[in-house]
């Protein structure tokens, strides 16, 4: 199945709440979600019941979206974190957190996961000092993300460098805006991700 490429605020009105696909527009007045637009479509909201698969498949769609995945490496994402020692629902989480194209938006050095990825796979940034440009890359301790050195000069990355330097980086990562560069500090836990999803429910649709 082909990548979503149409509009991000259409995925945050499905869902009927932020995601933050589109960085910092999210944060203002301009959100489709602020102005009162959420579901789409002529009808908007349906009154059908919700069934518990329905809210499965929901949970599963919207963590999708915000990470900006497909169904196949979600899938595949998730089969790892089950065969990982611990509770599958977190390291599902983690091993989300830890893909590269979200340290890189983390890290304050995209304005959004999806611009992340989309640079990422325009070969921008290195990973312990070698080519990364493949979004779903795992990091680990003591990785070290960088911006290339060549690509730091474009009006992009001047742009991001200004709003890196005001943004809240995770306890799990360490950041230098000024050299455009950052560390992985420790893994991530379930208390530093902040995103609004009941992992459970996609374990137990999984669990079918």
Not at 4 to 18: D, F, I, L, S, V
Not at 64 to 70: A, P, S
Not at 149 to 170: C, N, Q, V, Y
Request: some cysteine; hydrophobic content about 30%.
């Amino acid at each position: 199945m082909a990548r979503y490429t149409g509009p991000a605020c259409r995925m945050c009105r499905r869902e009927a709440m932020k995601l933050f696909l589109k960085g910092d527009k999210c944060y203002t007045k301009k959100c489709a979600i602020e102005k009162g637009r959420v579901t789409p479509g002529q009808h908007g909201l349906s009154r059908k019941k919700v069934t518990e698969y329905g809210t499965q498949l929901r949970e599963k769609q919207k963590t999708k979206r915000i990470y900006g995945m497909q169904e196949a490496q979600f899938k595949l994402t998730f089969n790892k974190a089950e065969r990982q020692k611990g509770v599958v629902g977190e390291n599902f989480l983690i091993l989300l957190e830890r893909r590269l194209d979200n340290v890189v938006y983390r890290l304050g050095f995209a304005n959004s996961r999806r611009e992340a990825r989309q640079l990422v796979t325009h070969n921008h940034y290195t990973l312990n000092g070698h080519k990364a440009n493949i979004p779903s890359m795992i990091v680990k301790p003591g990785d070290f993300v960088s911006v290339k050195t060549k690509s730091k000069d474009s009006p992009k990355f001047r742009e991001i460098k200004e709003l890196a330097a005001g943004k809240t980086i995770p306890s799990w990562l360490e950041s230098d805006p000024e050299n455009m560069a950052g560390r992985i500090v420790s893994f991530p836990t379930r208390e530093d991700i902040d995103i609004p999803v009941q992992e459970h429910l996609i374990v137990e649709l999984y669990s079918r």
